[in-house]
């Protein structure tokens, strides 16, 4: 177990929607990741939180976006839910930006219908 | 576009086998890890190679980083059943990790 919660496990939402997901980071890490993993596919690298700042953006539209808070905790928020949004959504902690090291939730599984 | 290339995709073996699987890309990558993931679960990282021509060992796994640090392979000798999963490969630059698709094994009893 690597002390990097996710909530909630399973969400289903309808198209257009809003959805939230949380992330507690493991114990001492200060940098949290978050990827998107669509069925069959590796995990991809939405944005990074680094000091409550984003540190670092992948390749997705600006309907995603996130907050770190000051315990290091985190949030991804989806705006205008797409069915393509379906998909496995899994938080990183990480000891510092630099350090790849990551660590793993359990992940979110997302639903949009 | 997919810049780790793993191979094979699915690889089905009886227990006591032995495996190769490999990751390649074009890109050089400041270091490589490898992640084993289980349904229902997040990836939890094996092993992180640093060093071109490294060589890793933990217990019956064996990981390699290629001199050019562009490819990686991990070996599996006499295969369990607790081998089960699916094996990412992640290429670090920077803040970020590029994963591959990854390699689903499965261990026959």
């Known amino acids: 177990e690597t002390g990097v919660t996710q909530s909630p496990t399973h969400l289903i939402k309808t198209r257009g929607q809003q959805v939230t997901l949380r992330c507690s980071s493991q114990?001492?890490?200060?940098?949290v990741s978050w990827y998107q993993q669509a069925l069959g596919q590796g995990p991809q690298f939405i944005f990074q939180y680094y000091r409550e700042e984003e540190n670092g953006r992948g390749n997705f539209p600006p309907r995603f976006s996130g907050l770190q808070f000051p315990n290091y905790s985190s949030e991804l928020n989806v705006n205008a839910l797409e069915l393509d949004d379906s998909a496995l959504y899994l938080c990183a902690s990480s000891l510092e930006p630099t350090n790849t090291e990551a660590f793993f939730g359990q992940g979110t599984r997302l639903t949009v219908v | 576009t997919q810049l780790l290339e793993q191979s094979p995709q699915f690889l089905s073996i009886q227990e006591g086998e032995n495996l190769t699987v490999y990751c390649n890309s074009s890109?050089?990558?400041?270091?490589l890890q490898w992640y084993r993931q289980e349904p229902g679960e997040g990836p939890v990282l094996l092993v992180t190679v640093v060093t071109g021509g490294e060589v890793k060992k933990l217990k019956r796994l064996t990981f390699q980083f290629g001199d050019a640090r562009k490819d990686s392979s991990l070996h599996i000798t006499a295969a369990q059943p607790g081998d089960t999963g699916l094996y990412l490969c992640?290429?670090?630059?920077?803040?970020?990790?590029?994963f591959g698709k990854g390699t689903k094994l499965s261990v026959i009893p």
């Open positions: 890109s050089v990558f400041s270091s």
């Open positions: 114990s001492g890490h200060n940098t």
């Open positions: 992640a290429g670090a630059r920077s803040y970020q990790l590029t």
